[in-house]
C-alpha cells in the first residue's frame, strides 16, 4: 500500500489497483477522485485499461501482460503529485421536473410523517438543493446523488415493490436517486419525472452522467402528462446551466 496525505492505493486482484480518499462521502472527495481522474486520462499509463470512479475512489485496471503492480502503482502516484495542474472541468446543472402529486407521490405521506413535516415541506426540502450526480448504477443510468437534506432521510421500505414505474423519483435512508426505468425497488418513491433517464437509441444513451448536478423544481399533474407528450415526440428537453470552473 501507498500513502500520500489525500490517497492511499492498494492492489485490487491481479490486474488492478484502487485509490482511495478521504474515510466518508463528501464533494471536496468526490472532486479530488474526479481530478485524479481526469489527470489519467490526460496521461495514460500505457497498460491502463479502464478508469471507474466511485464516490471516494477510483479503480484503475490494467493489462497485466504490459505492466505489473509495482510500475502502475508508480505512475499513479506520479500523477497524483500533479494531480493540482489538472483544472476541474465546469459544472453542468440540469433542472429536472418532478411532480410530487398523486398517483405519483406514492410514499409522500409516509415520508412526511418520518419526517414530523407536512407534505409539502418534504416538497420544498426535496427541490431546494442542488444534486451532485458521483455515479451511475443499479440500473443503466441510475443516478446516485449526493446533497439531500438530512430532514427527510427515510429508511428504505421493509416491503420492496415489484414494480417501480420509469422517473419515479426516490428516498432511501440519506440518499435520493431516479428510477430510469420500471424496476423493482425498495425506495420511498416521492414524486416522478415525465423526461426519459435512459434510452438506447439515443446517444449517448443516459441523460445524466456523474459530476452534473441535478435541481429538481416541482410541476403539476397537468403539466407531467404534457412533458411526458412532449418528451414521447423528442420535443422537450431540459435546461442546463453550466457553472464556470472553480465554482459550484
Not at 414494480?163 to 428510477?179: E, F, H, L
Not at 424496476?183 to 434510452?199: A, H, K, M
Request: net charge negative; charged share 20%; proline share 9%.
Amino acid at each position: 500500500m501507498a500513502m500520500d496525505p489525500d490517497y492511499a492505493v492498494y492492489p485490487f486482484g491481479d490486474a488492478a489497483l484502487i485509490v482511495e480518499t478521504a474515510d466518508e462521502i463528501s464533494e471536496s472527495a468526490y472532486r479530488r477522485i474526479r481530478g485524479l481522474a481526469e489527470a489519467v486520462a490526460k496521461s495514460p499509463p500505457a497498460a491502463l485499461i479502464e478508469l471507474i470512479p466511485s464516490y471516494r475512489s477510483l479503480l484503475v485496471t490494467y493489462d497485466s501482460l504490459l505492466a505489473d503492480y509495482a510500475s502502475m502503482e508508480g505512475a499513479i502516484l506520479s500523477l497524483i503529485s500533479r494531480v493540482g495542474a489538472f483544472e476541474e472541468p465546469a459544472h453542468e446543472t440540469i433542472r429536472i421536473p418532478v411532480c410530487y402529486e398523486s398517483p405519483h407521490c406514492l410514499d409522500l405521506d409516509e415520508v412526511a410523517r418520518h419526517a414530523g413535516l407536512k407534505p409539502e415541506e418534504v416538497v420544498t426540502l426535496h427541490s431546494a438543493n442542488a444534486y451532485l450526480v458521483y455515479m451511475l448504477g443499479f440500473t443503466p443510468g441510475f443516478p446516485y446523488l449526493g446533497g439531500m437534506s438530512e430532514r427527510i432521510a427515510t429508511p428504505r421500505r421493509l416491503s420492496p415493490r415489484t414494480k417501480i414505474p420509469a422517473g419515479s423519483v426516490g428516498i432511501a435512508d440519506r440518499q435520493t436517486g431516479i428510477y430510469p426505468m420500471e424496476s423493482p425497488g425498495g425506495w420511498n418513491i416521492i414524486g416522478r419525472t415525465p423526461l426519459s433517464l435512459f434510452d438506447h437509441t439515443r446517444e449517448p444513451p443516459a441523460l445524466l452522467k456523474a459530476g452534473q448536478y441535478i435541481q429538481f423544481y416541482p410541476i403539476h399533474s397537468d403539466e407531467f402528462d404534457r412533458i411526458a407528450s412532449d418528451v414521447g415526440r423528442g420535443a422537450w428537453s431540459p435546461e442546463i446551466e453550466t457553472t464556470p470552473r472553480g465554482e459550484v
